[in-house]
């Protein structure tokens, strides 16, 4: 229940193209929905995130879009660009013992922008 | 911008042997975290903390494991006894409040252990 399923386990994107990244997860009390980038070598860096209030979140070239009734959400890179190459991950974020906030993340996705 | 530091980056240890990693969170972060990611594999959570205590560990925080947050600043992750399959790489993050929608991790300690 505590699951966040991700696909596509790897993307090959040209430059220019949409890189779409899917998630998928069970428990209803998550509660919050973000998207981590990360590369070689380097914490996971929070990129956007949304609230199940909301179907939908855009931030420059990168928009979450959300469905609760379908308990699933997904990333969009529009014009996608070399310099986005990395891993991404979804995540869900639940309230633990003690009031603090656990993170539920996915496999990730390996992301490859050819130029 | 404010960065969560960890210290060492990359540390080998011989199976059985005690290793202590360190961070320092952001000074006005209130609550901190460890989590862990096996080469390859997802982010995974270890453990969190607030007000000097334990919130919450997962299952693979038994007793070897243990934190402190020992003067004020630092925020340390300490394991007893490291057996082969503690090699992955560990990140502490911290986050301003309760319900703050949002961490901030540093870049992780390599932990290989040998």
């Known amino acids: 229940q505590q699951q966040v399923k991700q696909s596509p386990q790897s993307l090959i994107v040209q430059k220019g193209g949409i890189s779409i990244i899917n998630c998928a997860y069970e428990n209803t009390a998550f509660d919050y929905f973000p998207w981590y980038q990360q590369f070689p070598g380097k914490g996971p860096a929070l990129l956007i995130a949304?609230?199940?209030?909301?179907s939908e979140k855009k931030e420059g070239r990168f928009t979450i879009s959300f469905n609760k009734s379908a308990k699933q959400f997904s990333l969009h890179i529009m014009d996608s660009q070399p310099g986005d190459s990395a891993t991404y991950f979804c995540?869900?974020?639940?309230?633990?013992?003690?009031?603090?906030?656990?993170?539920?993340f996915g496999k990730g996705t390996k992301l490859t922008v050819n130029p | 911008e404010p960065e969560v530091t960890q210290t060492p980056s990359h540390q080998v240890t011989q199976m059985g042997q005690e290793v202590i990693l360190r961070c320092v969170p952001i000074s006005n972060h209130l609550y901190f975290y460890w989590y862990r990611q096996i080469l390859g594999q997802k982010v995974e959570f270890l453990v969190s903390?607030?007000?000097?205590?334990?919130?919450?560990k997962s299952e693979i925080f038994d007793d070897q494991f243990s934190v402190e947050r020992p003067d004020g600043s630092n925020f340390t992750l300490k394991i007893r006894s490291t057996k082969l399959e503690d090699s992955a790489m560990y990140f502490c993050?911290?986050?301003?409040?309760?319900?703050?929608?949002?961490?901030?991790f540093g870049s992780g300690t390599r932990l290989t252990v040998v």
């Open positions: 993050a911290s986050s301003r409040t309760l319900n703050n929608y949002g961490y901030t």
């Open positions: 903390f607030y007000n000097n205590e334990i919130s919450e």
């Open positions: 949304i609230r199940p209030d909301v």
């Open positions: 995540a869900a974020s639940v309230q633990g013992q003690g009031g603090s906030e656990k993170l539920v």
